[in-house]
Nanobody
Framework: QVQVVESGGGLVQAGDSLRLSCAAS????????MGWFRQAPGKEREFVAT????????YYADSVKGRFTISRDNAKNTIYLQMNSLKPEDTAVYYC????????????????????WGQGTQVTVSS
């Protein structure tokens, strides 16, 4: 059974940093693009970042570009999201998920292209 577990969220002040982790179990996603998404209260879930199976290619939403960095450790079946210079508008529940098929494109930002969603981890940024 596939399980994806996000962790690392918390309450921080504007300008602080957090590092989120996403551990997958039940199968390996070494050949899959992995993505981070987030959902703020009352809003749709939105794309944050993706990383290619090799880690060589990444893609970011304009709102986080230059502040967030996605990375992965295939040996641990884990991806990370380093978030710096956090803003109150970054407040959301953050989710990670693999794309539905292997060797996909990092440019796929539609959440419908992803499966096996976890429970998410809450990030709250106070001003």
């Amino acid at each position: 059974q596939v399980q994806v577990v996000e962790s690392g969220g918390g309450l921080v002040q504007a300008g602080d940093s957090l590092r989120l982790s996403c551990a997958a179990s039940g199968r390996t996603f070494i050949n899959y693009v992995m993505g981070w998404f987030r959902q703020a209260p009352g809003k749709e879930r939105e794309f944050v970042a993706t990383i290619a199976w090799s880690g060589a290619s990444t893609y970011y939403a304009d709102s986080v570009k230059g502040r967030f960095t996605i990375s992965r450790d295939n040996a641990k079946n884990t991806i990370y999201l380093q978030m710096n210079s956090l803003k109150p508008e970054d407040t959301a529940v953050y989710y990670c998920a693999p794309q539905r098929g292997p060797y996909g494109s990092t440019r796929k930002a539609d959440q419908r292209e992803y499966a096996f969603w976890g429970q998410g981890t809450q990030v709250t940024v106070s001003s």
